[in-house]
């Protein structure tokens, strides 16, 4: 759990922005932010354990038949995207940024960490993540903590 002296920052986009970026950047420990015409472009590196890894943030494009925004995550040997992101929340106390995709009943996250890790969570049902996990098996329980975050920005009951 985060603690309350430090919340994680939360943004359900209205429009994705150069300012976000920076501060998604710096909670990752990306080097710098490309601009490029449609996206945004970031590396971040961990020289200890030899790992690269490359965030693309394309705000609005087209996704098929609909504009929506994408995060693209590539590294030496995957390449993983979260089509339709509705927001992010930044934890700078853990070092990540979680990016979310909704759906009427199921959530999906990419976790993009400051080691030059990431972790993918796709088509949860939206209700896993406002559950007791001490209900839950071991490998269902992470992905409901690890995108529990996004509870502040996501209703379940709502949906």
Same mark, same amino acid.
């Given at each position: 759990?985060?603690?309350?002296?430090?919340?994680?920052?939360?943004?359900?986009?209205?429009?994705?922005?150069?300012?976000?970026?920076?501060?998604?950047?710096?909670?990752?420990?990306?080097?710098?932010?490309?601009?490029?015409?449609? *996206?945004?472009?970031?590396?971040?590196?961990?020289?200890?354990?030899?790992?690269?890894? %490359?965030?693309?943030?394309?705000?609005?494009?087209?996704? =098929? *038949?609909?504009?929506?925004?994408? %995060?693209?995550? @590539?590294? =030496?040997?995957? *390449?993983?995207?979260? *089509?339709?992101?509705?927001?992010?929340?930044?934890?700078?106390?853990? $070092?990540? %940024?979680?990016?979310?995709?909704?759906?009427?009943?199921?959530?999906? =996250?990419? %976790?993009?960490?400051? =080691?030059?890790?990431?972790?993918? @969570?796709?088509?949860?049902?939206?209700?896993?993540?406002?559950?007791?996990?001490?209900?839950? $098996?071991?490998?269902?329980?992470?992905? $409901?903590?690890?995108?529990?975050?996004?509870?502040?920005?996501?209703?379940?009951?709502?949906?």
């Amino acid at each position: 759990m985060i603690p309350i002296r430090n919340l994680p920052m939360i943004n359900t986009m209205a429009k994705f922005t150069e300012d976000d970026a920076k501060k998604i950047a710096a909670a990752i420990g990306s080097e710098k932010v490309i601009c490029e015409k449609d *996206h945004f472009r970031l590396k971040i590196t961990n020289r200890t354990e030899r790992r690269v890894m %490359v965030l693309e943030i394309y705000p609005e494009t087209l996704l =098929g *038949h609909v504009r929506g925004m994408l %995060v693209v995550v @590539y590294t =030496g040997n995957s *390449h993983l995207q979260l *089509h339709n992101c509705s927001g992010y929340i930044i934890s700078e106390e853990l $070092g990540e %940024v979680t990016f979310v995709a909704e759906g009427e009943k199921i959530l999906s =996250g990419l %976790v993009v960490e400051k =080691g030059a890790s990431c972790s993918l @969570y796709a088509g949860l049902d939206r209700r896993l993540i406002s559950s007791d996990f001490t209900k839950l $098996g071991v490998e269902v329980m992470l992905s $409901g903590v690890a995108l529990s975050l996004a509870e502040d920005i996501i209703n379940p009951e709502e949906k």
